[in-house]
C-alpha cells in the first residue's frame, strides 16, 4: 500500500391571511423548492450570511437531562468540519469529536476508538454541516436534495438530504413557515435531534431547548444557558487525547517501508477473485446506476495481472461470453511466455532507472522515497493504540505542516491531504489508511486536471495465514475534470477475496487453484 498514492433565494412566500395561520398551519406548495432555496432561507431566519459567515467558532454550555440522571453539556464547533461534545452524567462521561482528520469517541467506561465505515462517514457529514451553518456545504463537496414535505408536530418541514459520494447520509426538517431547522436524523447511528425554543444570542437564533432520540430509545433533553461566540478554540481541542506513552510514528513508517517492497513481490504470488462496484452519483446525491463485476485475477512477472471476466451484476457470464474471455486470457499467457525475456529486461531497465532518480532526489539513510516524503510534508497528530478487529493497532492523524511549502507536484498533493492510518506494530504493515483532499488539487491551473475538495480513498489489508499481507478492500470517491471539458464523478469499491499460490504461467493456470489460504486474525 502506497501511503501517497495510497473530502439562494428566499422560499416561495404563503400569502394567507393572519387569522388562518393562527388557526393552521399553511400548505406546503405543490413544487417543492430547491435545496438551495431551502438553505438561503434558514440563513435568513437565524441572523444572515454575513454574521453566520464572519462567526469563527463557538462553545454552548447545557444543562443535560436523560431519563435516570442529569449533568451538564459542552458542545464546541469550529468552521469548516470541527465538532466536540461532552457529556457529564453522575455516573461518567462521553466525550465524541470530529475533524477534518477523523472522527473519536470516549466511552463512559474509557474506552477509547477511533470510528470507521458509515458510522464514521456520517459523523464527518455532521460535523462539516454543523460547523459551517451549512454554509459553503458546497465548497466541501457534500451533496443536497429535497426528498418531501413532512409534519414535525403539527408543522409542514422540507426534508432536506444531505450527502457525500461516499454514501453517508442526512436528513434535515426545515419549517415551512419560518425557514428554521426543526428536525435531524440519522438513519445509521439511529438517532432523530429535534430543535426547539429559538432564541437570539449575539444575533443568531440559536434553539434553547434540543431533544435527542438514541438508538437504545432513551433521550436526551439539553437546555441551553450560555453561548460564546469567537473564543478561539484551539483545533487541538478536537483531536483524539495522545497515547500516555511515546510513539515514534517516523521510525515505524520507516519501518513499514522497508517492508514494502518484499510484501509487493509476496503479492505477485497469489491469484485472486476481484469485485469492483462502480456507482454513478449525480449532483443531488441520487443513485443513477450501478455496476457490478467480477473478475478472477493472475499475476504474471513484469507486466500486468491478466483479468478475467466472471460474472456482471450477480448474473454469470453466458457459455458464449465465458469462452471467449478464456481464450483470450490463454492468448494473454501465451503472449507472456514469449515475451518473457523481454519483459525482464524492461523491468530491469525500469528498475535501475528508478534507483537513479531516487538518488538524485536524495534519500534520508534507507528510507522508502514515498515513505521520505511523507515524512518531509506531513506532520503526525495523536498517536495511540486502538484494537482494530482482532488485532492491536497504533493509530495516528496525518495532515500537512503549518506553512510547509511544496517544491514538486507529489509534494503540492501530499501537502493537501488529511486522513488516519492503522498500523500493525509487530508486523510493520499498514492495515487501514484513510485518506482525504482537504483542498481542491489543481494541474496546469486546472488545464489538465482538477480535483475537487473531499475526494477521498480508504484501503484496508488482511493478514494471510502465511502472515504475508495482502489488499481486501479499496474505495475511491472522486469528482474529477479532466482538460477543460471531461469529467465526472467517480465511485468505485474494489473487494479482494479468495487467494490462491500460483506460479504465474500457463501451465498453473490450467491446473486446478490449490486451497484457498484464509485470513487471520
Request: net charge neutral; glycine share 6%; hydrophobic share 35%.
Amino acid at each position: 500500500m502506497d501511503l501517497c498514492r495510497v473530502v439562494v433565494l428566499p422560499l416561495v412566500l404563503f400569502l394567507l391571511a393572519v387569522a388562518t395561520i393562527a388557526q393552521k398551519p399553511p400548505k406546503p406548495p405543490h413544487k417543492l423548492p430547491t435545496a438551495e432555496k431551502i438553505t438561503e432561507n434558514y440563513f435568513k431566519a437565524i441572523g444572515g450570511k454575513k454574521l453566520i459567515a464572519a462567526t469563527k467558532d463557538a462553545s454552548y454550555e447545557w444543562l443535560l437531562e436523560s431519563k435516570d440522571d442529569k449533568g451538564t453539556a459542552r458542545t464546541q464547533i469550529k468552521p469548516p468540519a470541527s465538532q466536540r461534545t461532552e457529556l457529564t452524567f453522575t455516573n461518567g462521561q462521553i466525550i465524541s469529536a470530529t475533524n477534518a482528520s477523523s472522527s473519536w469517541e470516549i466511552a463512559r467506561d474509557g474506552r477509547m476508538r477511533t470510528l470507521t465505515g458509515p458510522e464514521a462517514a456520517v459523523t464527518k457529514l455532521r460535523g462539516v454541516l454543523t460547523a459551517s451553518r451549512l454554509f459553503n456545504y458546497k465548497k466541501a463537496n457534500v451533496l443536497a436534495r429535497v426528498v418531501s414535505v413532512s409534519e414535525v408536530g403539527s408543522e409542514p418541514a422540507y426534508v432536506v438530504e444531505f450527502s457525500t459520494r461516499g454514501g453517508a447520509r442526512l436528513q434535515y426538517y426545515f419549517s415551512v413557515r419560518t425557514g428554521l431547522l426543526l428536525k435531524i436524523t440519522d438513519d445509521v447511528r439511529k438517532t432523530t435531534s429535534w430543535f426547539e425554543d429559538y432564541r437570539s444570542e449575539g444575533g443568531i437564533l440559536e434553539p434553547h431547548r434540543v431533544r435527542v432520540n438514541t438508538a437504545g430509545g432513551d433521550e436526551l433533553a439539553l437546555v441551553l444557558q450560555t453561548v460564546k461566540y469567537d473564543v478561539g478554540i484551539d483545533d487541538k481541542v478536537f483531536e483524539f487525547p495522545a497515547a500516555t506513552e511515546a510513539l515514534d510514528v517516523p521510525a515505524l513508517l520507516r519501518e513499514v517501508g522497508k517492508n514494502q517492497d518484499e510484501v509487493e513481490k509476496r503479492v505477485e504470488e497469489y491469484s485472486f477473485t476481484q469485485k469492483e462496484t462502480d456507482r454513478e452519483i449525480n449532483s443531488k446525491g441520487e443513485l443513477k446506476k450501478e455496476t457490478v463485476k467480477v473478475y478472477e485475477v493472475f499475476p504474471i512477472a513484469n507486466r500486468e495481472p491478466v483479468q478475467k471476466l466472471i460474472s456482471e451484476n450477480g448474473v454469470p457470464l453466458s457459455a458464449e461470453r465465458a469462452a471467449k474471455e478464456e481464450k483470450r486470457v490463454m492468448e494473454e499467457f501465451q503472449k507472456a511466455e514469449r515475451d518473457k525475456e523481454k519483459d525482464q529486461r524492461e523491468a530491469d531497465k525500469r528498475k535501475a532507472e528508478r534507483e537513479k532518480k531516487n538518488k538524485e532526489k536524495g534519500r534520508e539513510g534507507d528510507d522508502d522515497p514515498e515513505i521520505s516524503q511523507f515524512l518531509k510534508v506531513c506532520e503526525f497528530v495523536s498517536p495511540r493504540r486502538e484494537s482494530f478487529g482482532e488485532r492491536d493497532t497504533i493509530v495516528f492523524d496525518f495532515r500537512p505542516r503549518a506553512g510547509f511549502r511544496p517544491s514538486n507536484r507529489e509534494e503540492s498533493l501530499i501537502a493537501k491531504l488529511v486522513g488516519t492510518v492503522w498500523i500493525d506494530p509487530v508486523d510493520k504493515q499498514v492495515i487501514r489508511l484513510e485518506a482525504r483532499l482537504a483542498e481542491g488539487f489543481k494541474m496546469a491551473g486546472g488545464l489538465l486536471i482538477s480535483l475537487k475538495p473531499g475526494a477521498a480513498i480508504v484501503m484496508e489489508q488482511t493478514r494471510m495465514a502465511e502472515g504475508v499481507w495482502l489488499p481486501r478492500f479499496a474505495q475511491l470517491n472522486a469528482s474529477v475534470k479532466l482538460l477543460l471539458f471531461a469529467g465526472g464523478d467517480y465511485n468505485k469499491t474494489i473487494d479482494w477475496s479468495d487467494y490462491r499460490h500460483f506460479s504465474g504461467d500457463v501451465k498453473d493456470y490450467k491446473i486446478e487453484a490449490p486451497k484457498t489460504e484464509k485470513p487471520v486474525p
